[in-house]
């Protein structure tokens, strides 16, 4: 596994998860937006979406042929935190390795900070 960071904020993501971005995305813009948003379980919810266009502050990855988002409210929120697909008999997932958060929910994707 090779990991990929924003410069400043130590965001990383997966081959894996640039991967499952390309085979998701096929020819169209490879765009995948990760975000922190109020709302799941513990507090606040991780969103991953796959989008077409940037705002003009968004901090940006360059993986080859692959761009990840974060807007600035939710990069202090990840700062440090890993990005990686997971295949499991449920099918392929998104998943954060975050260390800032303090407790998470049972399925992962919602956290304390």
């Not at 990383?12 to 799941?40: F, Y």
């Not at 600035?72 to 700062?79: H, K, N, V, W």
């Not at 499991?88 to 954060?96: D, H, K, N, P």
């Amino acid at each position: 596994m090779s990991d990929r960071a924003i410069s400043g904020s130590a965001l990383t993501i997966t081959d894996a998860a640039l991967a499952r971005v390309r085979e998701l995305a096929g020819a169209n813009a490879r765009r995948l937006r990760v975000s922190v948003e109020g709302g799941g379980c513990s507090g606040f919810r991780y969103g991953f979406a796959l989008v077409d266009d940037e705002a003009a502050d968004d901090f940006v990855l360059d993986c080859d042929d692959v761009r990840v988002l974060v807007d600035r409210l939710s990069l202090p929120y990840l700062a440090g935190a890993s990005v990686d697909c997971v295949e499991q008999l449920a099918g392929a997932q998104f998943v954060i390795r975050n260390p800032n958060a303090k407790t998470t929910c049972g399925c992962g994707s919602s956290f304390t900070a």
